[in-house]
């Protein structure tokens, strides 16, 4: 009898409250991500217009180290970029970026690397480095990317091809995205369990304490 005067209860004031929008939270930086790392297949064939005449392909990761502060404001990212590669044709890059652009489109350079000295490049090797990122203007890029990473691109230019020599669209990495979104629902239904005994206490009833799992054999 009590567990059905509970839920009637419950119903009754979960109904009388007011709806929130959709993904707000009473933390409004609890529910945006501080770890992004996004995946890029890196290709001659990528680039506007396809660069031909030579054998060099990679594979990009571009993770991002996110800060906020309230209410929810993106305050810094800290943007690593990696690229391993194979270069059967010699190269020399000079630079790396993120550009905007669908595929098939030349866009403009959105995020630096900080690329500094050119680096000679001959079979297989990995690039890696590191922009901080504090200014406005850029940290709106990265809110742009975080929610439509596809429209971006990693591009590596080198000497040879000071437009870009191996070019991919930026993808989520899955690992990644499936890691916080169970993380999110986690959060979410611990959230809710916290609102049912609040209500419970509202209305003068009693929760049994939370029970932790006991392994089993013991």
Do not use: C, W
Not at 42 to 55: K, M, R
Not at 102 to 126: K, L, N, T, Y
Not at 167 to 173: I, S
């Amino acid at each position: 009898m009590r567990k059905t005067l509970l839920t009637i209860a419950t119903v009754l004031v979960l109904g009388a409250l007011p709806a929130l929008p959709q993904g707000s939270t009473t933390d409004d930086n609890e529910d945006r991500p501080t770890h992004v790392v996004f995946r890029a297949l890196l290709s001659p064939s990528h680039e506007t217009p396809p660069v031909s005449g030579v054998n060099i392909s990679g594979e990009g990761v571009i993770e991002m180290t996110l800060a906020y502060t309230p209410p929810g404001s993106l305050s810094q990212a800290i943007v690593d970029f990696r690229v391993n590669y194979n270069a059967e044709t010699p190269q020399t890059f000079t630079a790396m970026h993120i550009h905007r652009g669908a595929a098939g489109v030349a866009g403009p350079v959105v995020v630096d690397s900080i690329f500094g000295a050119q680096v000679e490049a001959s079979g297989s090797g990995s690039l890696f480095r590191q922009n901080v990122v504090t200014d406005l203007p850029t940290l709106t890029v990265i809110e742009a990317i975080l929610a439509n990473p596809s429209n971006y691109y990693l591009n590596v230019h080198s000497t040879t091809n000071p437009a870009g020599i191996i070019r991919g669209q930026l993808m989520p990495d899955p690992a990644t995205a499936s890691e916080r979104q169970f993380r999110t629902i986690g959060t979410q239904l611990d959230r809710m369990e916290l609102m049912l005994r609040n209500i419970g206490r509202a209305l003068g009833l009693v929760f049994p304490p939370a029970v932790t799992p006991t392994p089993s054999g013991q």
